[in-house]
């Protein structure tokens, strides 16, 4: 069976160190993810454990602490006390008695599959021809994932090149494995995109599956020359993996979400808050620790896996810390360049991209997009995506230089269509000209567009 393996991917892969990868791992997950996430590193390390206690720190004191100590032993250092808020530069000392003002309810807010590899494809730098491949695949693709046509129909023969780049490329999108043309394709490149995968377990996929879905057990071990006990540990490790990956988006399901943030306007402010209240605090275990300082030569062997333990869960710690911290830095920086929206109402969202906040606050575009893609944040205004906050500009611009973002001028669009009803609907050139009269210039044919994203009904319907 063919299947396209993505190989520059594999080999930036190997450059990255376990503990990188758990670090890039933890920045994409959203709140409950991360919380099953850190129940099974629980469940794994018995040098981690949840500490009781835990004090409210601002960021600024968080990071001070690990700058100016160098005591590993340090609280901040040993535990993933993500208790801290950001008010664009002061401490507000009312934070920890905010975070009860979440909804306890949740969201319903259905997302496609399309719609989340689409955010994604529009974070990587590609040419515009290139972009629209990109998409073209994206909206190929059926309820699991897969092409629902041959892909090569897509594009002249002179792209094809070009095509299973893009594929390679959408492969490694979240949720990984779709854009294959099965289950085992998607399988194989799961695998291959997986640090820890066990060495044989592509094989396993790749000649044996048909077997293994028939129990045919020792057919497989003779070939593969493994014994039951690899051949039960690759099995169980095939689990971590979705054959259908698309299937974690559904049309007709309706998902609720939790606020990873919320924002508030206190003393003309913004108080930004992290949503901590369903994650544990997780520090080191202390009999691990006393172990650790024994340093007798007599259980040479233990001390190693205890010293192994305890190196994993600050690693873990660590990794959860910076989750939380560059989660708050963007979305503070995001609030900064939002204020108007945060103030006055989603007509007022402001173009932004994430170049912008990754300048802002130091980091890489894609470190943005792993900390945006699938986090929301409770405003006076709904609980928010916070990609929402990502559009790119609109052509034209006010009187006062004001530049508008697409997201922007969809509201704009929405409250002149609401006021002109009855006889006065009015036809997307209409439209066009009265956008054109507060300085917004966009084409009938982008009127219609943004009309129908809307679910808004042309003139002749509504």
Known sequence: MQYQKPVIIQEQKLKLSPQM?????????????????????LEKNPALEIVSEKPTVSLEEAEGERITKNDEFEYFENTSDPGFSTTSGRVDTEAADAKHKFIEGTLSRPETLQDNLIWQLAVQKLTEREREIGELLIHNLDSNGFHAEDPKKLVDPEEVDTLERIISLIQTFEPVGTCTTDYIESLLIQIDLDFDSPEKLSELVEYHFEQLKKNKTKEIMKAMSIDAEELAELINYLKHFNPFPGREFSDDEVKYVIPDLVVELKEGEFVIILNDEEIPVLGLNTFFQELNRDKSKEHKEASQFVKANIQEARWF???????NETLLKITSAIVDFQRNFFLKGPKYLAPLTLKDIAETVSVHETTVSRI??????????????????????VSGSGTDGTSYSKGGVKEIMKEIIEEYTGEKKLSDQKISDLLKQKGINIARRTVAKYRKELNIDSSYTR
Do not use: C, D, H
């Not at 710690?317 to 989750?323: A, E, F, H, L």
């Not at 945006?372 to 500009?393: D, R, V």
């Open 317 to 323: 710690i660590r990794s959860v810390n910076q989750r």
């Open 21 to 41: 990868y758990q670090s890039i791992q933890l920045m994409a997950l959203p709140l409950n993810e991360l919380n099953t996430r850190i129940q099974e590193e």
């Open 372 to 393: 945006s893609n699938a986090k929301y944040i409770q405003t006076e205004w709904g609980i928010l995506p916070l990609k929402y906050f990502f559009s790119n500009s």
